[in-house]
């Protein structure tokens, strides 16, 4: 059973199907133990405890400083002894020295195709308004692997979405949410979950 660990900040569409392909065995053999929202108002935490899971609220805010919240952050991790570590929609940094306890045992969903419209300061809306600023046609997901850099670790699964003439970033980040990420985060967890991926040289293999 692979035991993993929600960390999000917003409404929580991707936990919300993680949850679901949980309960219709899309993923299998795994148990989602707990959610760690920083944003005490994250829509998240109710789809948490709507669906009888164990979720905390731990705010960078509500410390002294950002170590105390590492400290905090990553103590809390441990309790719920996570196999996996699933990044959804979670706006905050990760420790290092959180990456270092979990090598390859944490994942991201980012909506671009990853190395376009990634790294610091692409999150969220603004990755889709760089898109169509730049006027691509194609865009779409990536779930990779976390590293100590910022969308920089192995790329495991991507699929792409079509940009419409008529795109707001809005319209975009819906479509992109809907036909990619909803699909590709909890199809890397089923993967992990059968043992399925592998981490050699930097790249993610699937057998
Ligand atoms: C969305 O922009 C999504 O693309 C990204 O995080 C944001 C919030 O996602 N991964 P969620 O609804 O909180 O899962």
């Not at 919300?16 to 993923?27: E, M, W």
């Not at 990755?127 to 990536?142: M, Q, S």
């Not at 792409?160 to 909803?182: C, F, G, I």
Request: aromatic share 6%; hydrophobic share 45%.
């Amino acid at each position: 059973m692979l035991n993993i660990l929600v960390c999000v900040s917003g409404g929580g569409t991707n936990l919300q199907a993680v949850i679901d392909a949980v309960k219709d065995g899309r993923i299998r053999n795994t148990r989602i133990a707990g959610v760690i929202s920083n944003n005490r108002s994250a829509y998240a935490l109710k789809r948490a405890e709507e669906n009888g899971i164990d979720a905390v609220c731990l705010s960078p805010k509500e410390f002294s400083d950002r170590e105390a919240f590492n400290r905090a952050f990553l103590e809390k991790v441990n309790e719920y002894a996570p196999d996996l570590i699933v990044l959804a929609g979670f706006l905050v940094n990760i420790p290092p020295e959180m990456i270092r306890a979990y090598p390859n045992r944490i994942i991201n969903i980012h909506p671009s195709l990853i190395p376009s419209f990634c790294g610091t300061g692409y999150y969220g809306l603004k990755v889709h308004e760089a898109a169509l600023a730049r006027g691509v046609k194609v865009t779409g997901a990536t779930v990779h692997f976390v590293d100590e850099g910022t969308d920089t670790g192995p790329i495991l699964l991507q699929k792409s979405v079509d940009v419409q003439p008529d795109d707001t970033p809005k319209s975009l980040q819906q479509r992109v949410m809907e036909e990619a990420e909803w699909i590709l985060l909890p199809k890397a967890i089923d993967l992990i979950a059968a043992g399925r991926v592998e981490v050699v040289d930097g790249k993610a293999v699937i057998r």
